[in-house]
């Protein structure tokens, strides 16, 4: 069965390092997503990716996050100066179509120390 | 925006009795309502979910209810094994409008199953 797939699975970076995290949405999906979970929290969405662009981002997604697409498989979160906040799960996500199932992948451990 | 409340935040119960966790929604845009299994170490996984046009939805031992009125949805395990222990998120989204298909979580219930 296909499946998203992210890198790495657990990441340690010190405060103000950037990070880049990895993910590699089904072939055939269309839009993506990142999601993240504090500890002991909600998942909460960060933002949504369709045709090369953002189409919506929460106010977490502020100035220090930015996300990619820089190749034909690749989906990646970029966090320019790492805060000891941003400490958490980061889920990647990606449907095939509007209205359709969403299919996460199993996460990067971000820690920063 | 919206906002996912769900109950209980942990829940117990022996094999073979059923589990109910209950969610409320606050947005009426919300049309949709997917519901997760998260087990360790693994992203949520789509189980079950029921769009805003039908009260009720089964598949096996899970089944999910849906009151638009109220903004209430739940989530029913008869039957339950040790297998069924995990975290299990409620979420909605205003499917078909302006949101690109984001997902509103819920803050999860860790069900356990007992032997």
């Known amino acids: 069965e296909p499946e998203v797939t992210q890198t790495p699975s657990h990441q340690v970076t010190q405060m103000g390092q950037e990070v880049i995290l990895r993910c590699v949405p089904i072939?055939?999906?269309?839009?993506f997503y990142w999601y993240r979970q504090i500890l002991g929290q909600k998942v909460e969405f960060l933002v949504s990716?369709?045709?090369?662009?953002?189409?919506?981002k929460s106010e977490i997604f502020d100035d220090q996050f930015s996300v990619e697409r820089p190749d034909g498989s690749n989906f990646t979160l970029k966090i320019r100066s790492t805060k000891l906040e941003d400490s958490a799960m980061y889920f990647c996500?990606?449907?095939?179509?509007?209205?359709?199932?969403?299919?996460f992948g199993q996460g990067t451990r971000l820690t920063v120390v | 925006g919206e906002n996912v409340e769900q109950h209980p935040s942990t829940l117990s119960v022996q094999e073979g009795d059923s589990a109910v966790i209950k969610c409320t929604y606050s947005?009426?845009?919300?049309?949709?309502f997917p519901w997760y299994k998260q087990e360790l170490g693994k992203g949520p996984q789509l189980i079950i979910d029921?769009?805003?046009?039908?009260g009720e939805k089964k598949d096996q031992r899970i089944a999910v209810t849906l009151n638009k009125t109220a903004k209430h949805f739940s989530l029913h395990i008869t039957e339950t094994q040790p297998e069924d222990s995990a975290v299990y998120f409620c979420?909605?989204?205003?499917?078909?409008?302006?949101?690109?298909?984001?997902?509103?979580f819920g803050p999860g219930t860790s069900l356990s199953v007992i032997p």
């Open positions: 990716f369709y045709n090369n662009e953002i189409s919506e």
């Open positions: 979420a909605a989204s205003p499917r078909g409008i302006t949101s690109y298909d984001k997902v509103i």
């Open positions: 996500a990606s449907i095939r179509q509007l209205n359709t199932e969403a299919f």
């Open positions: 072939s055939n999906h269309l839009y």
């Open positions: 029921i769009r805003s046009n039908v």
């Open positions: 947005d009426s845009a919300s049309n949709y």
